[in-house]
């Protein structure tokens, strides 16, 4: 068994340009904007899991076991040859998809 963890998971998925105007906050008197989901909207993780949950469809296709809750994975095999082979597939298909790895974790 192993496990991916993805880092900061929602900053991943671009916010359509006309919605940039519901992420505007202020901040030491200057102004931003998010243009991309921020971890602490409320549609967030059903947004990202939803997202995730296509991409991990491809993936189970090669056949591999995982699972995933937010932004852990976790990757099942019957063997540890088969956990590492079956990591670094999982891993260049989600860094393919433009998501990055904390490998700290």
């Not at 939803?50 to 932004?71: E, F, S, T």
């Amino acid at each position: 068994m192993s496990s991916i963890d993805l880092t900061e998971a929602c900053l991943h998925i671009p916010i359509r340009p006309s919605h940039f105007k519901f992420l505007r906050f202020s901040y030491n008197g200057s102004h931003y904007e998010y243009v991309a989901m921020p971890f602490g909207l409320s549609s967030a993780p059903r947004t990202f899991t939803k997202i995730l949950a296509a991409l991990v469809g491809h993936i189970r296709g090669n056949p591999i076991r995982i699972h995933c809750y937010l932004d852990d994975i976790l990757i099942m095999s019957s063997t540890p040859r088969q956990a590492e082979v079956n990591t670094r597939l999982t891993a260049q298909a989600l860094t393919d998809h433009g998501f990055s790895i904390n490998h700290d974790k």
